[in-house]
């Protein structure tokens, strides 16, 4: 950045350090599973004729589609680019300049940033050893705090949190906050979900995407799932054409009942390849530890973690260091890819040697 630039950049950005998404840090390696996206690339079709004109607010086939799927009524749902957008209008919408958000680490990165780039102060509670939330600690910081996420499966410990827990999360920050529960992987564990709660708490909101099991990081299209009124004050915040035609047009097709059936056939391919993983890191004496997973990736401890690493690149596979965040010491996450990447992953399981 020249000096001028610098100069003239906000303080609370000149001195972020941006996510170190898996994309952004790609450092070699042809196989993937780093990221926690689906290892297949399923066919769509376009209708390019409509690309003259803007496309809906939020295209009502679309809402359509992912309330059936998702158990709610349309005025429940706000569509946008990823759910990493809805992360940042709910900050948006809901902080002033003063007030926080909460977020228990080690969790999802992106919750730190948004509020960071928003110009709002993170409250963090870590979860506990054994990675459930702190409700003692959270209730104790509660003041001030606007928006708290919670990651349900937790990325990238890949856990549950427990269903109880959420309720006291939710009774606590009653009259006082926003409660949004990150459901990015809620496909790997459907029965966990929270999506009916929000007829009950108007202080819920749930974060899906298409990113994950139904295999479309690459369209960029998540959900807000709440009550009405919470939809109404998020639908001020965001941009005019969030959705593209192209975009509404391919998850429309994901989420038609053959599109539906295609992703429980692929999830089901992913569970079945997460428990050979599963068993190898079982059978490796230098892996002593691995964290129960809800997810389509594992995370693991090994004190050889360097060179497991290492070995996975030497390999063309790319996994996900880290060691370097609370609680998480030599902890690696591997996101469950295709049967021959799992061939490949457990090749470089068996023939290491600590
Ligand atoms: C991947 C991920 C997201 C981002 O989803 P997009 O829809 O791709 O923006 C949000 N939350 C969690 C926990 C994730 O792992």
Known sequence: MTTLAKSLTKNNIRDLVPYASARRSMSGGNIWLNANESPFANEYHLDSSVLNRYPDFQPPELIKAYANYAGVQTDQVLASRGADEAIELLIRTFCEYDEQVLICPPTYGMYAISAQTCGIEVKKVPLKTDFSLDIENIKAAKNKVKVVFICAPNNPTGTLVNHEQIKQVLEIFKNTAIVAVDEAYIEYASEQTVASWIAKYDNLAVMRTLSKAFGLAGIRCGFTLANRDIIEAMSKVIPPYPISWPVAQIACQALTE?????????????????????????????????????????????????????????????????????????????????????????????????
């Open 258 to 354: 053959s599109g539906l059936a295609k992703m429980a056939e692929q999830k089901a391919i992913v569970l079945a390849q997460k428990e050979r993983i599963q068993t190898a890191l079982d059978k490796a004496d230098y892996v002593y530890e691995q964290i129960d997973s809800a997810s389509n990736f594992i995370m693991f401890r090994s004190q050889a973690k360097k060179a497991l690493f290492a070995a996975f690149l030497d390999a063309g596979i790319l996994i996900r260091d880290y060691s370097g965040q609370i609680m998480l010491d030599n902890s690696l996450r591997i996101s469950i890819g295709s049967q021959a990447d799992t061939d490949a992953v457990i090749a470089v399981l068996e023939a290491f040697k600590g």
